[in-house]
């Protein structure tokens, strides 16, 4: 191999090593994903510069910035590093295709369907689940997952989006902060603590359009889960729109009451979704057909939001 072939092709190590202190901006946090010392990462990036002739990194005594030049690499080896581990993901998927990594989001997961995954691991013994929580986009490959359950819109990049379920959200609050707040007409919520959820973040706006209200809508706390914000509502700090099916429990032994009697669906739906490149493997098959026949199979899933807001 010549000289200039040798520049043009750097080792898979210090590419792995730029890669990870792009992203990290730390050598130290660089190494700890590596699991390499803080002065090998050093080493590998010492040597990457010196083949190229380039400094990638500004370094100071506090971090680690790209330099321009380091910019413009990390734009053009950055989707072939990407690609390089959805291509070694898929071959090691073929060898353990009956492992299927899962993203769940926490309270669908807990709530909906992990008290549904005794049958499907009945029909499918063969196949190993692993769930990790995620709220919003990731990198699939990056985050080595094939697929998720997503609250949102079809806009996953480079991914199919399979529509599972809509839901139905309405107000809820705790009884007791009912009884010393009356609402009586819509425009009562306007002067309430409302509660938003950050996968959800134009919800009020959206219900309140819904029944006809107009003018700004107060911004109260700000919650990245539900479990969280259900738990402030029982403790009767405010008022949240909640998906009625989710909180089936608390609304049936009083914890929770709806504020007011309207409910609408959300304009956000449940999909699954997976990268194209492992749309076809057997397992992510097997689920997403399990997983539409649970959806078809189950009761009224409106059931719980007819009995909550009559």
Same mark, same amino acid.
Request: proline residues 7%; contains cysteine.
């Given at each position: 191999?010549?000289?200039?072939?040798?520049?043009?092709?750097?080792?898979?190590?210090?590419?792995?090593?730029?890669?990870?202190?792009?992203?990290?901006?730390?050598?130290?946090?660089?190494?700890?994903?590596?699991?390499?010392?803080?002065?090998?990462?050093?080493?590998?990036?010492?040597?990457?510069?010196?083949?190229?002739?380039?400094?990638? !990194?500004?370094?100071?005594?506090?971090?680690?910035?790209?330099?321009?030049?380091?910019?413009?690499?990390?734009?053009?080896?950055?989707?072939?590093?990407?690609?390089?581990?959805?291509?070694?993901?898929?071959?090691?998927?073929?060898?353990?295709?009956?492992?299927?990594?899962?993203?769940?989001?926490?309270?669908?997961?807990?709530?909906?369907?992990?008290?549904?995954?005794?049958? !499907?691991?009945?029909?499918?013994?063969?196949?190993?689940?692993?769930?990790?929580?995620?709220?919003?986009?990731?990198?699939?490959?990056?985050?080595?997952?094939?697929?998720?359950?997503?609250?949102?819109?079809?806009?996953?990049?480079?991914?199919?989006?399979?529509?599972?379920?809509?839901?139905?959200?309405?107000?809820?609050?705790?009884?007791? !902060?009912?009884?010393?707040?009356?609402?009586?007409?819509?425009?009562?919520?306007?002067?309430?603590?409302?509660?938003?959820?950050?996968?959800?973040?134009?919800?009020?706006?959206?219900?309140?359009?819904?029944?006809?209200?107009?003018?700004?809508?107060?911004?109260?706390?700000?919650?990245?889960? !539900?479990?969280?914000?259900?738990?402030?509502?029982?403790?009767?700090?405010?008022?949240?729109?909640?998906?009625?099916?989710?909180?089936?429990?608390?609304?049936?032994?009083?914890?929770?009451?709806?504020?007011?009697?309207?409910?609408?669906?959300?304009?956000?739906?449940?999909?699954?979704?997976?990268?194209?490149?492992?749309?076809?493997?057997?397992?992510?098959?097997?689920?997403?057909?399990?997983?539409?026949?649970?959806?078809?199979?189950?009761?009224?899933?409106?059931?719980?939001?007819?009995?909550?807001?009559?």
């Amino acid at each position: 191999m010549t000289t200039l072939s040798r520049r043009l092709l750097p080792s898979t190590s210090a590419l792995a090593a730029f890669d990870a202190v792009a992203r990290y901006g730390s050598f130290s946090e660089a190494a700890e994903e590596l699991s390499l010392t803080q002065g090998a990462i050093s080493r590998q990036i010492n040597g990457l510069e010196e083949l190229l002739g380039v400094v990638l !990194f500004e370094r100071t005594s506090r971090r680690v910035a790209l330099s321009e030049a380091g910019q413009k690499y990390l734009q053009a080896v950055g989707p072939a590093l990407a690609a390089i581990r959805a291509a070694s993901l898929q071959l090691m998927s073929q060898t353990k295709a009956t492992t299927l990594n899962l993203a769940l989001l926490p309270t669908f997961g807990t709530r909906w369907l992990i008290p549904r995954i005794p049958r !499907f691991v009945a029909k499918h013994p063969d196949i190993t689940l692993n769930f990790s929580t995620r709220i919003g986009q990731f990198d699939f490959a990056r985050e080595q997952l094939d697929a998720a359950i997503h609250i949102g819109q079809p806009d996953w990049p480079n991914a199919d989006c399979t529509y599972l379920m809509g839901e139905t959200v309405a107000p809820v609050c705790s009884p007791g !902060f009912l009884n010393a707040h009356p609402i009586q007409v819509p425009e009562d919520l306007l002067r309430l603590p409302l509660f938003t959820m950050a996968s959800r973040p134009g919800a009020w706006d959206y219900w309140f359009k819904s029944i006809g209200v107009s003018g700004p809508v107060p911004h109260g706390m700000r919650f990245e889960q !539900f479990s969280n914000v259900s738990q402030a509502c029982i403790a009767g700090l405010g008022v949240a729109l909640m998906p009625l099916f989710l909180i089936g429990a608390e609304l049936e032994s009083g914890q929770l009451v709806v504020a007011y009697p309207h409910s609408v669906k959300s304009p956000s739906n449940y999909y699954f979704v997976t990268p194209r490149d492992r749309a076809h493997l057997p397992a992510v098959q097997a689920f997403l057909s399990w997983l539409l026949d649970e959806i078809r199979d189950q009761q009224d899933p409106h059931a719980i939001e007819l009995m909550a807001i009559s």
